[in-house]
């Protein structure tokens, strides 16, 4: 299977994956694909739960869904073919944004893109004892 074969296949929101790639290799992106591929199908974005395990991983994924979705919403189609397939994401993503009102753009924190323990912290307090 090429790598271009893989990357469509793990953006197939019907099933799971395990994607592992060295450093560089673009594994970010298709992570920030795959969320943003997921956006259209949900009814709300907090059913979307993306975990890393650093503060530092999950900071810059969100950052990087947000600066896509800011970038659809001023229409700058970028030149590289994998962030203009993140691009037609975003847009698709954005229609849903502006259908349900979730002003993701606005309300960034409506995200779930965390770290494992902070999802743990997060269950702790919804779980009663």
């Known amino acids: 299977m090429s790598d271009q074969e893989a990357r469509t296949t793990a953006r197939d929101i019907s099933r799971s994956f395990i994607v592992q790639a060295p450093a560089?290799?673009?594994?970010?992106?298709?992570?920030?694909?795959?969320?943003?591929?997921l956006l259209p199908s949900v009814?709300?974005?907090?059913?979307?739960?993306?975990?890393t395990f650093t503060r530092k991983?999950?900071?810059?994924?969100?950052?990087r869904v947000i600066d896509a979705l800011k970038g659809a919403a001023a229409q700058a189609v970028p030149d590289e073919p994998h962030r203009r397939e993140t691009h037609v994401l975003a847009?698709?993503?954005l229609a849903r944004d502006k259908a349900e009102?979730?002003?993701?753009?606005?309300?960034p924190?409506?995200?779930?893109?965390?770290?494992?323990?902070a999802l743990n912290a997060w269950l702790e307090h919804q779980l009663p004892l």
Do not use: C, H, N
């Open 24 to 37: 560089g290799s673009g594994k970010t992106e298709l992570l920030i694909q795959r969320f943003l591929a």
């Open 109 to 117: 924190q409506r995200l779930k893109i965390d770290t494992l323990d």
């Open 43 to 51: 009814e709300v974005p907090e059913q979307i739960v993306a975990i």
């Open 101 to 107: 009102g979730w002003s993701l753009i606005d309300q």
């Open 57 to 63: 991983a999950a900071a810059e994924m969100r950052g």
């Open 91 to 93: 847009l698709q993503a």
